[in-house]
């Protein structure tokens, strides 16, 4: 994914690293960018599932 | 021309298992989007390999170039922005450095953002590696009137430099004969940093026996800069010299009041600035593209307000308007209002006899008929909307411009353009804000943002509601954003010379300006509608039943008998203390209070912008006040609190005087 701020590119897992020492351990669903330490909500279970559905359907054509 | 890959797929095995039959090898570096890939193909043409790094998902592709007297195996790494690594990425990419020992670097940089990418440069350099510049993109570097003398480039870093195209394929005849001709000599470290940082990397370098595959220096460098990869690798390869190294850190992090990483980053960017003004020249175009214009007037000190302020009228337009009162009339008004409320009263009227428990779920504070219908019929069109715009201005890259736009007035509040994270945050959520502080640079600014967070930033369920209480009247619209502005710059002001210290410089990387996609701002808004629910319903309901055991006790009417003295003071309505409290649990809750006092016509009005200016600097949430004491620690989060509680009915006063003592009518 890529930091809406800072433009850094990033997996996931490394937006869950920040998360050491908070108290939600994780628990609130925000990515941290590495980099600048910007936020954006995890992406939602069924904007991942759509995604899969329309790459299935992309691959099967 | 894109080249077209003939890519085997993955298989698990190791950079170091795929032997191909060459006499050199050459690894190219560089950050993410700089075309490396297609410098790649364009040298090593179809044939690659695609493996995964040993223990990793990240991908290696290697390739192969070759003339009538060499061959040379060519490996792509991961985009890696810095040798300091932070994402899986870039410690791969480092790590092919380390172990493959290369005869030759080639860095692929954007030459139209040569100031950022020389970075890496000197990063490589101080690293010893055998090293080459290429300079790709160089045609949109020419399109925005830069002219890069590549001579002196070559001189002051002592390396090849090479410009190409690579999708044009221009200047890679030229990269190819130097990655197949040119044997090149570590060229050493470019820059030298204050004393006391030279004596550390010295002593350090005088402690480490063992071999890293980058010079002694580099390892030095990431050492005080405190890269955990590298301090393991330190621990286990000099276990007897480990604390001597240790020690020596931390003597000279003693000596900085800023973190080691900055002064660092700091020095290098001074001796690239000394480099760019030798080297880069920009003659300027007639026709400059529109979106690098927009993006230059956007950071302008004078242009760039107008622009800012034009993106808030936009946002109230539709956030306010649209949002706060097209769509929460129709939920409010006509979907719970004429069906949901009455269904529930009737329903749970016959299946529970009891008044008291009744009150649980329906009625006036009821689960459903107060805590679910705020969340639902104030709550969600306003933040669905605020997050529509905010994904909007996420992705058009504005929020890096903003920052530079207001790292000046920053900096006479104690603070410098990197706050702009936290704050812009705690339009989202001030809790979450907090907690970012921490990415601040000095003590300094991390109090004095928390402090500004917890006072003069509303969180964007609490900005919706109060852009549809201020909805219609301009004018009321307009105080309430000068005041909160002026007590922001006030409160900030005051507080960075009560608490004096060094004013940070701020760098940041500017993104080029995009055109938002539909389809990433509605996945982004449903993403951020979906988290803010989960979170905010609990706690809506959570509110119902405490204010609902309140109520049966006693307790809440004594609440808010108490809170009624100072909303009086500030001429409000005895029941819009009733908001103040729902305020204490979230601001929103508070905010969504006076929705409710508006609409049935107790609050209009100079009371109306008073109370909201009021609950917009009041107290934070109990969230975001458990998050300041984890932050700050409990001294200062009450500190804060106590502050703040007295200082925004003072405000509340003051706006109600002047208000009523100029005539003003709203």
């Known amino acids: 994914m890529k930091c809406p701020l800072c433009g850094l590119e990033f997996n996931q897992e490394d937006g869950l690293k920040g998360c050491s020492g908070c108290k939600s351990m994780g628990a609130c669903g925000l990515i941290k960018c590495p980099n600048c330490g910007y936020e954006v909500p995890a992406e939602s279970g069924i904007v991942k599932f759509i995604k899969r559905w329309r790459k299935k359907t992309d691959e099967s054509k | ?666």
């Open chain 2, 1 to 666: 021309m894109a080249v077209n890959l003939n890519r085997k797929r993955p298989q698990c095995h190791g950079a170091a298992d795929m032997e191909i039959d060459a006499q050199r090898s050459v690894v190219l570096v560089g950050s993410p989007n700089v075309g490396k890939s297609v410098v790649f193909g364009n040298l090593t043409g179809m044939y690659v390999t695609v493996s995964n790094y040993p223990g990793t998902t990240v991908e290696i592709t290697r390739g192969r170039l070759a003339d009538d007297s060499r061959a040379v195996a060519i490996t792509d790494t991961p985009g890696m922005y810095s040798l300091l690594s932070i994402t899986e990425e870039e410690r791969v990419a480092r790590r092919v450095l380390m172990e493959n020992r290369p005869d030759m670097v080639v860095h692929v940089a954007d030459t139209k953002n040569i100031e950022r990418m020389l970075h890496l440069t000197v990063q490589l350099l101080e690293a010893g590696m055998p090293l080459m510049l290429d300079l790709n993109l160089m045609d949109e570097a020419e399109r925005l009137g830069l002219r890069i003398d590549t001579k002196v480039l070559k001189e002051r870093l002592g390396i090849p430099v090479v410009a190409t195209v690579a999708t044009e394929g221009r200047g890679m005849d030229e990269l190819k004969k130097m990655i197949l001709k040119e044997d090149i000599l570590p060229s050493g470290p470019p820059l030298r940093y204050p004393e006391t940082i030279e004596n550390a990397i010295a002593d350090i370098e005088r402690n480490l026996d063992s071999s890293y595959g980058i010079s002694k220096r580099a390892v030095a460098l990431l050492l005080l800069q405190d890269d955990h990869e590298i301090w393991q690798m330190v621990r286990d390869r000099e276990p007897e010299r480990y604390a001597l190294v240790d020690a020596i850190v931390k003597h000279a992090r003693e000596r900085f009041v800023d973190p080691l990483s900055y002064i660092i980053t700091i020095e290098r960017q001074r001796f690239i600035n000394t480099l760019i003004e030798d080297a880069v020249e920009n003659v300027g175009v007639k026709g400059i593209p529109l979106r690098e214009r927009l993006s230059r007037l956007s950071m302008h000190p004078v242009a760039g307000v107008p622009i800012f302020l034009g993106i808030i009228y936009l946002l109230y337009e539709f956030v306010g308007v649209f949002g706060a009162q097209t769509a929460v009339d129709f939920l409010e008004e006509t979907v719970f209002g004429q069906y949901i409320n009455p269904v529930a009263n009737r329903i749970v009227s016959s299946i529970i006899p009891w008044k008291v428990l009744q009150d649980l779920f329906v009625n006036e504070y009821g689960i459903i008929t107060l805590g679910i219908r705020y969340a639902i019929a104030i709550i969600l069109p306003i933040v669905t909307t605020f997050f529509i715009a905010f994904s909007i201005i996420e992705d058009t890259g504005y929020l890096p411009r903003l920052a530079m736009l207001i790292d000046r007035v920053f900096k006479k509040i104690g603070l410098n353009g990197r706050a702009v994270i936290p704050v812009v945050l705690g339009f989202g959520c001030d809790t979450m804000a907090t907690m970012v502080t921490r990415t601040l640079e000095t003590r300094r600014e991390r109090v004095i943002a928390t402090l500004l967070l917890a006072l003069a930033i509303p969180c964007s369920a609490q900005v919706g509601v109060i852009l549809a209480l201020l909805s219609g009247s301009t004018k009321a619209l307009g105080i309430f954003v000068m005041v909160m502005g002026t007590v922001f710059l006030f409160v900030g002001f005051l507080a960075a010379r009560l608490m004096p210290g060094e004013r940070p410089l701020f760098y940041m990387e500017v993104p080029p300006l995009r055109w938002p996609k539909l389809s990433n701002v509605l996945t982004k808004t449903y993403t951020r509608v979906e988290w803010y629910f989960k979170e905010v319903l609990p706690l809506f309901i959570l509110a119902s039943i405490l204010i609902w055991a309140g109520r049966i006790t006693g307790l809440f009417d004594i609440v808010v008998k108490l809170l009624s003295y100072p909303t009086g003071w500030i001429g409000l309505p005895p029941e819009a203390s009733k908001a103040f409290l729902y305020g204490f649990f979230r601001r929103d809750f508070g905010a969504a209070g006076l929705y409710d006092l508006k609409t049935s016509g107790a609050l209009s009005g100079v009371p109306l912008v008073v109370s909201i200016i009021t609950i917009a600097l009041f107290m934070p949430c109990i969230a975001q006040f458990s998050m300041t004491i984890k932050e700050r620690g409990w001294k200062m989060a009450v500190g804060m609190a106590a502050f703040i509680f007295p200082f925004a009915f003072v405000v509340g006063y003051l706006v109600n005087l002047i208000l009523n003592g100029l005539g003003v009518v709203l």
